[in-house]
């Protein structure tokens, strides 16, 4: 081989090597890796969205336990309006106040329909708004109140909200 033909073959053989693909080039600069910056950034997004999406159950949670209690407090309404003067078993006059837990006959009207509630917690309030005769046609007002503890709350130092449920009828007999 000639000096000339030996110099061309050289010259395309480095010509090769320097556009081999499968061979990183030392000259072009790396880019910087962000593994830590995703790392740091989902970090972030995840406890925004946790706390958004348990925020969501616990309020869930929340309107349940109020629905419940005030279909409570609609039941007893719904048994005390028949249980006037005319009744074999007459309920009132007065003022009714107790926990839900008690033995009588107002209390144990909810309490199965109190089920996941602490009945020692839930309190039941049943005014005869008549005054001192239970005639017909007169009102009665049922309030039950519970303690609502949300478990998301702690992070503003864990308060506990009242769940106030009333209820409004007029007596039958």
């Known amino acids: 081989m000639t000096a000339r033909s030996t110099t061309l073959l050289e010259s395309f053989v480095a010509m090769n090597h320097a556009t081999d693909i499968s061979r990183p080039c030392s000259r072009r600069a790396r880019k910087p890796s962000r593994r830590g910056a995703t790392i740091l950034e989902m970090a972030i997004i995840m406890v925004v969205f946790l706390t ?21 407090a609609r039941q007893v309404a719904r048994q005390a309006i028949v249980h006037g003067d005319m009744a074999v078993e007459p309920w009132g006059p007065g003022t009714y106040s107790a926990l839900a837990n008690d033995a009588s006959p107002i209390a144990q009207t909810v309490q199965s329909s109190l089920s996941g509630f602490d009945l020692s917690e839930v309190t039941i309030k049943v005014e005869w708004l008549g005054g001192n005769k239970v005639t ?3 009102h009665l007002l049922v309030t039950a109140t519970v303690p609502y503890r949300p478990i998301m709350t702690f992070i503003f130092g864990n308060p506990t909200f009242t769940l106030q449920a009333t209820s ?5 007999h």
């Open 52 to 72: 958004l999406v348990l925020g969501m159950v616990d309020l869930g949670i929340g309107v349940f336990r109020y629905n419940t209690l005030a279909q409570a």
């Open 136 to 138: 017909e046609n007169d």
């Open 168 to 172: 409004t009828m007029a007596i039958a």
